[in-house]
């Protein structure tokens, strides 16, 4: 129980220490912009999948040292973004560290998919967003540059 949480429980953490900094709905938006009350909603889809995800190869016994690395590697790195897109600011560098994340997400499935097919499949989802909040980041940095 405590894998299959534990996205859901870090990602909680960070969303309310970092709940007073996030100014979305002050940011000037590309289009295909979500209202801010979707975030929460997928974000809690997505922990749960990757928690499933973990506690699946962890029960088969199908976990590498590689695979437990680049999973919480991009755990890492997904809760830091918030960081610094919303605490600090820093757009520019957001947009780097989201197509580091990106990265990483692509390389953990692949790696779940190789062990577990259906633990890859339960990625897809992650992936998807995870392009859609890239396109997002850099919308919003260009869009915002002079404010």
């Known amino acids: 129980m405590f894998y299959l949480l534990l996205p859901l429980i870090l990602g909680t953490i960070v969303g309310i220490i970092t709940s007073k900094a996030i100014n979305y709905n002050d940011l000037i938006k590309p289009k ?37 690395q680049i999973y919480y590697w991009q755990l890492i790195f997904n809760y830091l973004w918030t960081v610094i897109f919303f605490v600090f600011k820093f757009r520019l560098f957001s947009v780097l560290w989201i197509i580091i994340l990106d990265m990483l997400v692509i ?25 859609f909040a890239t396109y997002l980041n850099i919308a919003i940095y260009l869009l915002n540059r002079g404010i």
Request: glycine content about 4%.
């Open 32 to 68: 295909l912009s979500p209202p801010g009350f979707i975030f929460p909603i997928v974000w809690t889809i997505i922990y749960l999948l990757l928690g499933v995800s973990y506690t699946i190869l962890r029960e088969k016994k199908q976990l590498t040292k590689e695979i437990k």
């Open 107 to 131: 390389y953990m499935a692949y790696q779940f998919y190789k062990n577990n097919k259906l633990t890859g499949y339960l990625q897809i989802p992650y992936i998807i967003w995870l392009i």
